[in-house]
């Protein structure tokens, strides 16, 4: 069982999606206030603890400033739940964005089965009425691949 590192507000009540005007009209995917810890890889070497501000099937706000050239960088973004049982993901990824206060992260690609166990942690701990399920059935997700063989 997957579960949130300590914090009230996902473990007393399910979450409602965030949103700011102009910005879901633009989003494919629905983004949701979860906090996870991680660690962000930069391809130079980089290696940044940090915490998302929001996560969705296809990226994460995270509070984490890479020094270095700006957007479009690629990274590698590990996501850690803890609780009964550590979990974690592992993401191939591209920051598209980043200001002083985080970045943004867009998922390129991630293990299939590793997406799986994501998406089913994000929807015990959201609120909403088959959304995730739209956007995969939309293909509005990483590409998934099977990690084990590569």
Not at 65 to 91: K, M, N, W, Y
Not at 113 to 119: A, R, V
Request: with cysteine; charged share 30%; net charge negative.
């Amino acid at each position: 069982m997957l579960t949130c590192p300590v914090n009230p507000a996902v473990s007393s009540s399910r979450i409602q999606p965030e949103a700011r005007p102009g910005v879901m009209e633009k989003r494919k995917n629905a983004r949701f206030p979860l906090r996870l810890t991680g660690q962000l890889s930069l391809e130079y070497g980089e290696h940044l603890e940090t915490e998302t501000a929001d996560v969705s099937l296809r990226g994460a706000r995270v509070e984490a400033v890479p020094a270095g050239e700006g957007d479009r960088q690629h990274c590698v973004l590990t996501l850690f739940a803890e609780g009964p049982e550590v979990f974690s993901v592992t993401i191939d990824a591209m920051i598209v964005h980043q200001d002083e206060h985080g970045c943004g992260i867009e998922f390129q690609s991630m293990d299939a089965k590793d997406f799986e166990l994501f998406k089913e942690f994000i929807e015990r701990h959201v609120h909403g009425d088959g959304d995730l399920q739209k956007e995969v059935e939309g293909s509005n997700i990483p590409k998934l691949k099977d990690w084990t063989e590569l």
